[in-house]
């Protein structure tokens, strides 16, 4: 490990923001996956929670998005359970959800602690998960298609969660608890 | 066709943004190619630009970009045709681009007549785009991972040139020439 490495291992866990995360609801295909976590990396979320569909992709797609070197994978056996513990722990859950009660996605307070939580592919958020939702947020849209990519509603929202708590200062100290902090140093330098 | 349907494809063509748009240097996801029109679509881009690889992938890759309903595709033979047509016109080219001469993309004014060039999965916008390109745009990250996935980086600085445009008032009244209207409206409109 050279010096350069080692310092900008350390330089990007400074940065990771412990009370921002994804919630994921059976979103199952691998390259969404991989993209969402991609840009969780890139706005500083250390950990990512799943909930696996339940059906054949099960296996196929719980092995995809923990192949992420960066990021750690936080299984719920389903989405109820997942959102409970979330919100037992005072982190809000805002679900990515195309409803009446959605407010534009600007207008919510992403220096909170928050979790973003993402719908499947073809269905979207479950009723479930609709009804335990904090809050519900949309992405205006003015084409034909009526959603985005997974994806790419992730890390247009997540983008503007990276700006609001730059603009907080957020990113200025370390904000890992230390244990976690150094336990992924220790993690991150081995070869 | 209900008057419901007719009203709504009328009304998305009146925000369709002829002077805005993309241009692929050799992206060949199949994914990643459905997933740039899908948000083209939601913006209000009319028309996209594409280079397809020169390899295998060529024609499966060719095949679904056109799928897509609500985007047309114009495709070059090379990138510098591709380039050259749109710069042409009057068109900016600005690459997506993690250079030392890039802005970051919110600095850029996307009200101008403006071509997004996107570069392919692997080795990023070619060296002939790269120096052609009128501007390199950046999109900040703070992880350890050097780059986000390419339709994600499409959909960030799209979602900015929306905002820029909507701020200016160009949603509010037809922008499309009146032949490319009627002539879209007479495609959309067939069962
Ligand atoms: C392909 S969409 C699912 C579409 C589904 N038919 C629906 O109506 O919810 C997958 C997920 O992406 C997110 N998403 C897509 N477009 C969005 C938008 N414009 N605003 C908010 N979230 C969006 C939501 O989390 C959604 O569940
Ligand atoms: C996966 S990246 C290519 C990575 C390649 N290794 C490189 O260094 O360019 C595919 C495309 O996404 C766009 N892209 C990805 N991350 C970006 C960022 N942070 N800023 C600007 N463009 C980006 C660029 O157009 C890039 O060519």
């Known amino acids: 490990m050279t010096p350069e490495r080692y310092d900008r291992i350390r330089k990007t866990l400074e940065m990771r923001q412990p009370d921002l995360t ?45 192949s992420s070197d960066w990021i750690e994978v936080q299984t719920h056996a389903d989405i109820e359970t997942g959102i409970r513990e979330l919100q037992d722990k005072g982190v809000k859950v805002v679900a990515a959800h195309l409803t009446d009660r959605a407010i534009d996605y600007r207008d919510y307070d992403f220096t909170q602690p928050t979790a973003l939580l993402m719908g499947t592919e073809k269905e979207g958020v479950s009723d479930v998960a609709s009804d335990m939702a904090d809050e519900h947020l949309i992405i205006p849209m003015r084409g034909m298609v ?18 609001q708590r730059q603009a907080a200062g957020m990113y200025d100290a370390q904000r890992l608890p230390d244990e976690w902090f150094d336990r992924l140093l220790f993690e991150w330098c081995q070869p």
């Open 22 to 66: 994804v919630i994921t609801d059976e979103v199952y295909k691998p390259h969404n996956l991989a993209a969402i976590a991609r840009t969780c990396d890139a706005v500083g979320i250390p950990k990512i929670h799943c909930v696996w569909p339940r059906d054949r992709y099960r296996l196929k797609t719980a092995a995809t998005a923990g």
């Open 146 to 163: 009526q959603s985005f990519n997974v994806s790419v509603a992730a890390a247009i929202i997540l983008n503007e969660a990276h700006y």
